[in-house]
T-cell receptor
Framework: DAGITQSPRYKITETGRQVTLMCHQTWSHSYMFWYRQDLGHGLRLIYY???????DKGEVPDGYVVSRSKTENFPLTLESATRSQTSVYFC????????????FGPGTRLTVT | GDSVTQMEGPVTLSEEAFLTINCTYTATGYPSLFWYVQYPGEGLQLLLK?????DKGSNKGFEATYRKETTSFHLEKGSVQVSDSAVYFC????????????FGSGTRLLVRP
């Protein structure tokens, strides 16, 4: 499918488990982002990437790890899930970061019990 | 730091009613301003933007005018449809190396037939 996809769409996991959220885009966009969406907070940036093998922390990176070995993929890993990481996670990409026109995936709703 | 404030929702309207969703911002200088929309089950998508003061962004019948005097970017539509039911986010650029977007908390719109 063309565009930006995320998997899984829904995930329930237990506290302390490792979980990986996948993000895949077909446009070969250089720039990719992970945001989390929490009630009353809008979206907040977790990590971003300017290209393959180049990643950096955003506003709320603690407890998360990212990698980007291929341009099209940008997985987000929760190393040891906590209840505070219950959220909706959005991946986004853009070809021109200075335009701020970002293309978002459909999101992953993660519940940590 | 820079921030965006949106009116609390949900906003419930009847079909063909006039819509206003308020957005005010705090920023250094005069950044571009954006409205993103999130339809049920989907990711965010850009609805409209304005790149400088007094600009009017428009798309799909929605309009927003960049008013620097009141630091506002209110979203309006003259006649809403059921299909406009969604969550609307006001946003501005985060002026750092991440090129993130800073989002408001979102306003849910429900249009009844």
């Amino acid at each position: 499918d063309a565009g930006i996809t995320q998997s899984p769409r829904y995930k329930i996991t237990e506290t302390g488990r490792q979980v990986t959220l996948m993000c895949h885009q077909t446009w070969s966009h250089s720039y990719m982002f992970w945001y989390r969406q929490d009630l009353g907070h809008g979206l907040r940036l977790i990590y971003y990437s300017a290209a393959a093998d180049i990643t950096d922390k955003g506003e709320v990176p603690d407890g998360y790890v990212v990698s980007r070995s291929k341009t099209e993929n940008f997985p987000l890993t929760l190393e040891s899930a906590t209840r505070s990481q219950t959220s909706v996670y959005f991946c986004a990409s853009t070809w021109d970061r200075t335009s701020y026109e970002q293309y978002f995936g459909p999101g992953t709703r993660l519940t940590v019990t | 730091g820079d921030s965006v404030t949106q009116m609390e929702g949900p906003v419930t309207l009847s079909e063909e009613a006039f819509l206003t969703i308020n957005c005010t911002y705090t920023a250094t200088g005069y950044p571009s301003l954006f409205w993103y929309v999130q339809y049920p089950g989907e990711g965010l998508q850009l609805l409209l933007k304005a790149t400088k003061a007094d600009d009017k962004g428009s798309n799909k019948g929605f309009e927003a005018t960049y008013r620097k005097e009141t630091t506002s970017f209110h979203l309006e539509k003259g006649s809403v449809q059921v299909s406009d039911s969604a969550v609307y986010f006001c946003a501005l650029p985060g002026m750092d190396s991440s090129y993130k977007l800073i989002f408001g908390s979102g306003t849910r719109l429900l249009v009844r037939p």
